[in-house]
């Protein structure tokens, strides 16, 4: 999957993402944040070992419900998600070590059935 470059504020629904099967991350930030776009290059080292994983970077911020309902208070902030469940969670990550552990972790959690 191709990593999106920029953050969407169209934002699927908490009831779509938690019936969401097999790996996902959900990364929450803002295009104007400047620790997002520093972790850029870095998020996207990680994931480039990772092409298979979906990736979706939502535009975050007051009134935006699915980051409230993860209870996201910094940006960036990556959710790891394997069947609908949050399994991981990396804020503000400055090292791709962490983001591509992660996503190892979450390519060997088993298919859903």
């Given at each position: 999957?191709?990593?999106?470059?920029?953050?969407?504020?169209?934002?699927?629904?908490?009831?779509?993402?938690?019936?969401?099967?097999?790996?996902?991350?959900?990364?929450?930030?803002?295009?104007?944040?400047?620790?997002?776009?520093?972790?850029?290059?870095?998020?996207?080292?990680?994931?480039?070992?990772?092409?298979?994983?979906?990736?979706?970077?939502?535009?975050?911020?007051?009134?935006?419900?699915?980051?409230?309902?993860?209870?996201?208070?910094?940006?960036?902030?990556?959710?790891?998600?394997?069947?609908g469940q949050e399994v991981e969670r990396l804020v503000r990550p400055t090292d791709a070590g962490p983001i591509e552990e992660a996503?190892?972790?979450?390519?060997?959690?088993?298919?859903?059935?």
């Open positions: 999957m191709t990593q999106r470059k920029d953050y969407t504020a169209d934002a699927p629904s908490r009831d779509e993402v938690d019936r969401t099967r097999g790996a996902l991350v959900i990364e929450f930030g803002t295009g104007w944040c400047g620790i997002c776009a520093a972790a850029q290059p870095k998020i996207a080292e990680a994931f480039n070992q990772h092409p298979g994983i979906a990736h979706l970077k939502i535009e975050d911020g007051p009134g935006r419900p699915l980051g409230r309902s993860f209870k996201v208070k910094l940006w960036p902030t990556l959710i790891f998600m394997a069947d996503l190892s972790r979450l390519a060997l959690r088993p298919a859903p059935r």
